[in-house]
């Protein structure tokens, strides 16, 4: 027996709605799972198990209400709810009748409740996956790499957060949650950061699939917010290559490398339709702009021409509205293609220059970050093998892998660097 994840968001939202009660309403709609087991083994699945499933977990909660009045932090509102158990009487198979799809939808207020200020941004992905998704805590640890005791523990204080600052979901100020769009946002981009270098070649599966859903759901229920729309467009963009990353034997496989028959057509078709929907909607932002990047590199490689100078011109309004580290970098490594190599090293060395002196002898705080960030020596490397500076050029290599966590990726650089160096024991 399987909930979509449509029907485990929604009805996990209108419950709570009420309330507040994140935890009470998963409890609930859990229960009525577990009775489904029993029930639909003697009279059968019924025509609409969703409906039937939101029933029987409002009933439970409603008791819930009724005999604890202290756990609620709302009055039951018979705007809403009394309307809503009008459609549910005891008529035969009225159960059946009840069609999700017609329930108030409050999963954006549920996303909204999950990026509450009070809660601690690491966790508003655990949230919105438990939450809105119905992952487990276990599902949760495995996918972002943590223990399950402390993902347990991190989505415990943050439903009872919930539940004691009395979040109603109901009818939300549409301005506070329009402030809170940016963090939503964030919320599922690093869910699908955090997952991509373990997630397996199927990009539908696991963490990286539910942070896409998550997306989707997002930009259909702001259908005008163009940084909504952007999101599902960076997500989708890039997930699409994914099964193209590595090769027959699990080896890393650059862009300009992959095989495009293995690009996922479906993934990158929805991809560019809300890259569209961000022009459409006159809203480019940080994820709009990242997008359209993607789109170019992918249109390169297809067509065996890039667009370079546009790429530079993306870059420097991304640079200008989100400047970030690894933005400059990679704008560095457009330089490089447009003006050759030593104006790439130098827009690369500009990277580390950037936020003042920092005192005599000693590096800048984005010096520093440099020096540890992989992707920056990466390309050091790359510029610095086509100026023919061949023993710097494996300084940086060397360093580079030293900096490398994915074991692929180190292989690719191994491999790419060549005999420059001997192996190190």
Known sequence: ????????????????????????AEDALSSALERAVSVWRESGIPRNPEGWLYRVALNARRDAWKSAATRTS??????????????????????????????????????AACAHPDIDPGVRPLLMLSAVMGMTGKQIAVGMALPAATVAARLTRAKKLIADLGIGFGQPDRA?????????????????????????????????????????????????????????????????????????????????????SAWDSTLAARGEHHLREVHRTRQIGRFGLEAAIQALHMAGVRSGSTDWPMLLRLHDDLGAIAPSLGGAVSRAAVIAEIDGPEAGLAALDDVGSVGGSGGAGGQTNAAKRVDSFQPAWA?????????GRCDDAAEAYRRAIALTTDPAERTFLENTAGGRWPRQP
């Open 1 to 24: 027996m399987v909930l979509s994840q449509d029907g485990w968001g929604r009805i996990i939202a209108l419950i709570a709605s009420a309330d507040g009660d994140l935890a009470g």
């Open 74 to 111: 709302v009055p039951w509102d018979p705007d809403i709810h009394d309307h809503i158990q009008s459609r549910l009487r005891d008529d035969g198979d009225a159960e059946e009748q009840t069609d999700s799809d017609s329930l108030p939808d409050h999963r954006l207020e549920l996303l």
């Open 176 to 260: 506070d949650l329009e402030v809170r769009l940016p963090d939503i946002h964030e919320a599922i981009y690093g869910a699908f950061a955090i997952d991509w270098v373990h997630a397996e070649s199927e990009p539908r599966d696991g963490i990286v699939g539910e942070a896409l859903y998550l997306s989707r759901l997002l930009a259909q229920l702001c259908p005008d917010d163009g940084e909504s729309h952007g999101l599902a467009a960076v997500l989708h963009l890039s997930a699409a290559r994914f099964p193209a990353r590595r090769g027959g034997g699990g080896e890393f496989v650059s862009l300009e490398s992959q095989d495009l």
């Open 379 to 387: 390309l050091r490397a790359h510029i610095l093998a086509r100026a």
